[in-house]
């Protein structure tokens, strides 16, 4: 691959990213603003419950993973001994051996991933799809754009971006599950 398209491929991922991270920005605020709660079901004939007011929350951490988990590590090492034919799809029985190498509850999310990363391969490429780091520093990427990640949304007055292993971010109260859902190339975001 020439230089300068290996550079458009990177430029693209770049803009598909920062759209993602976005998106991600966006549903962790409305969740934070609802509570995490799904939509209240009214009984029969009892009367519709006051809307609850609207939380105030002004405040947004954004965990940059730069490990995936165990079990998805080894997910990607399993699909990295496959070829991909010309229209990017891989070739042989790669499902199979994701099975046999990822037991336990494990082995469904697993399952998940590599589907996932098996229609990434078809989208961006091989090497990209299954890199086990971003070829950018994510944390300086979202600085630089955090303007656009969050665009409309100025009532957020601090917002940190940093690794989910940093250990300021190990000292932010009940970040734990949100750290842990932050892979390289997906980052996670916490509202309060």
């Not at 991922?13 to 939509?39: M, N, P």
């Not at 336990?104 to 998940?112: D, F, N, P, R, V």
């Not at 979202?142 to 957020?156: D, R, W």
């Amino acid at each position: 691959m020439a230089l300068e398209s290996e550079i458009e491929v990177v430029e693209s991922r770049k803009f598909e990213y920062l759209g993602d991270v976005k998106h991600t920005i966006r549903l962790a605020y409305d969740k934070a603003k609802s509570g995490g709660k799904k939509g209240k079901k009214k009984g029969k004939g009892k009367a519709a419950a006051e809307p609850e007011p609207e939380k105030v929350i002004e405040n947004c951490v954004v965990f940059v993973g730069h490990e995936y988990p165990e079990f998805q590590r080894k997910t990607l090492e399993v699909l990295q001994k496959y070829d991909a034919n010309e229209a990017g799809e891989l070739q042989g029985d790669y499902m199979t051996e994701v099975r046999q190498t990822i037991k336990g509850k494990e082995g469904g999310i697993a399952c998940k991933f590599a589907a996932f990363i098996v229609e990434q391969v078809q989208a961006i490429g091989k090497e990209a799809a299954m890199s086990l780091t971003m070829p950018w520093n994510e944390v300086e990427f979202l600085e630089a754009n955090k303007s656009f990640a969050f665009e409309n949304m100025g009532q957020i007055k601090n917002i940190q971006i940093m690794t989910n292993n940093d250990p300021k971010a190990e000292s932010i109260e009940n970040s734990q599950q949100i750290r842990d859902a932050a892979v390289p190339g997906k980052p996670a975001a916490m509202f309060f």
